[in-house]
């Protein structure tokens, strides 16, 4: 299995839009894997995570032909992780030559909702190129080749936020974006049903600054302990690759100063165009 990270900043992205801070002026300077694009990854060249108004340039940058891919899977209704605008440009007068003429969208209820209705005003050409599934927590979907488990995320109170398992029959990868430290019903769930990772990536906004257990988002004090329990209950071994990634200007994430901290806990940064394989 194979996992490329488009984009891994928090919405804001670094160098942000108006911000002239010590981390943003830096990157600004620097560029390289200190520019970071909303988050966004791919897993092979066809099961998407997230759709962020990033998209179409992550396409452009890295080569992919997003005709390839089949499913993408959406974790929330933040407009950094749902921009619904672009998912329309599939079919129609705006897609010619397709490899996959039928795109599925996976998604929780309140981005169900939201794109049911607006494909019920948009053009039918285009919508019925597309299928809309509603993701729930704890219920395996058999999507393609892959086996997809949605868990529910630390994240956007008043709506239903989702992490998701994906495993391929061979290995299994974690994508843990947005979430603060994992419900206990998420651990629970992962020891109950014997999961373990291949590879793990978590949430890690805030970074180099401290966050409390409690908040929806982790930093990587957070990420540390949640290994820690993780490996406790066998999800992840000495083999894992663990990663960290979406990360907030304000958490003051410059790759150097990440990877030497990161490394303490046992885990590697993302950076935009990062390929993980395992």
Known sequence: MKLTYLGTAAA?????????CDCCRTARERGGKDFRTRSQALVNDDLLLDFPPDTLSHFQQN????????TVLIT??????????????????????MEHERLRIVCPERVYDDLTDYFARVDTKITA??????????????????????????????????????????KSLLYAHD???FYDEVLEYIQKEGLRFDLASFDCTYAQLPCADSKNHMGLDTVE??????????AIDGATRLFVNHFSHNGNPLHDQMEE??????CEVAYDGCVAEF
Do not use: W
């Open 63 to 70: 080569g992919i032909r997003g005709d390839r891919v089949e």
């Open 12 to 20: 804001e992205g670094c160098p942000a839009l108006f911000c002239n």
């Open 225 to 234: 302990r949640l290994t820690a329990r993780l490996r406790e209950i066998g």
């Open 76 to 97: 929330h209704s933040h407009d950094d992780h749902y921009y619904r605008q672009d998912i329309r440009r599939h079919g129609g007068f705006y897609a010619y030559n």
């Open 261 to 266: 901290k990161a490394r303490a806990i046992g």
């Open 129 to 170: 190129t597309m299928e809309v599934v509603q993701a729930k927590p704890y219920e395996p979907m058999q999507l393609g080749r892959y086996r997809v488990t949605p868990l529910r995320a630390k994240h956007a109170p008043g709506q239903v936020a989702l992490i998701y398992v994906i495993e391929d029959g061979e």
């Open 179 to 181: 979430t603060g430290y």
